[in-house]
Antibody, heavy 119, light 110 residues
Framework: EVQLVESGGDLVQPGGSLRLSCAAS????????MHWVRQPTGKGLEWVST???????YYAGSVKGRFSISRENAKDSLYLQMNSLSAGDTALYYC?????????????WGQGTTVTVSS | QAGLTQPPSVSKDLRQTATLTCTGN????????VAWLQQHQGHPPKLLSY???DRPSGVSERFAASRSGDTASLTITGLQPEDEADYYC???????????FGGGTKLTVL
């Protein structure tokens, strides 16, 4: 089955760290650009980070310097290392596949993993 | 401008046509166009259209995307109850080197 399954979300204190994982299956993971997109409860979508097929990385200004995206093609896995977390990072985090054609063809989404930053 | 602008809500009658808009600038919408996503409450988003009007397999032809200058549109014809959802546009911004999302439009089918 073609799917993305996120894990690693948790309740963490402000200033803490968390590592999200995304396990891909049913498709050629290494051939796709991958993204993390988050959505606070009741609010809209916010792009977080992208990693290209070749390993180039891009970050939203709000997370640059605090978050790090990586991929391990041998394990069909995507990661997001999140440091210096604050309340504003509280959200449902989605792992997202982009179609080979690019142009924002976010054609496969996981169910998401919840990150809550609170004391 | 640090984002894409969408009207917060649109309401239309069953079987009518709804046109949702997404306004950006020459660094994003005006340069490459947008992707459109549909999200039902409690579910992940679903891709409806990208590269201006390419539809993934399985997406109804009732969903048609277009673009004029810095504004993109999603037209939904023959509205059905299941079309009631939140709709988001997304575009790459070449100046910011970042993906942008619109704030989303809540479509209500009356």
């Amino acid at each position: 089955e073609v799917q993305l399954v996120e894990s690693g979300g948790d309740l963490v204190q402000p200033g803490g760290s968390l590592r999200l994982s995304c396990a891909a299956s049913g498709f050629s993971f290494s051939s796709h650009e991958m993204h993390w997109v988050r959505q606070p409860t009741g609010k809209g979508l916010e792009w977080v980070s992208t990693i290209s097929v070749g390993g180039d990385t891009y970050y939203a200004g709000s997370v640059k310097g605090r978050f790090s995206i990586s991929r391990e093609n041998a394990k069909d896995s995507l990661y997001l290392q999140m440091n210096s977390l604050s309340a504003g990072d509280t959200a449902l985090y989605y792992c997202v596949r982009e179609s080979p054609g690019g142009f924002g063809g976010f054609d496969l989404w996981g169910q998401g993993t919840t990150v809550t930053v609170s004391s | 401008q640090a984002g894409l602008t969408q009207p917060p809500s649109v309401s239309k009658d069953l079987r009518q046509t709804a046109t949702l808009t997404c306004t950006g600038n020459s660094n994003n919408v005006g340069r490459q166009g947008v992707a459109w996503l549909q999200q039902h409450q409690g579910h992940p988003p679903k891709l409806l259209s990208y590269r201006n009007n390419d539809r993934p397999s399985g997406v109804s032809e009732r969903f048609a995307a277009s673009r004029s200058g810095d504004t993109a549109s999603l037209t939904i014809t023959g509205l059905q109850p299941e079309d009631e959802a939140d709709y988001y546009c997304s575009a790459w911004d070449f100046a910011l080197s970042a993906w942008l999302f619109g704030g989303g439009t809540k479509l209500t089918v009356l």
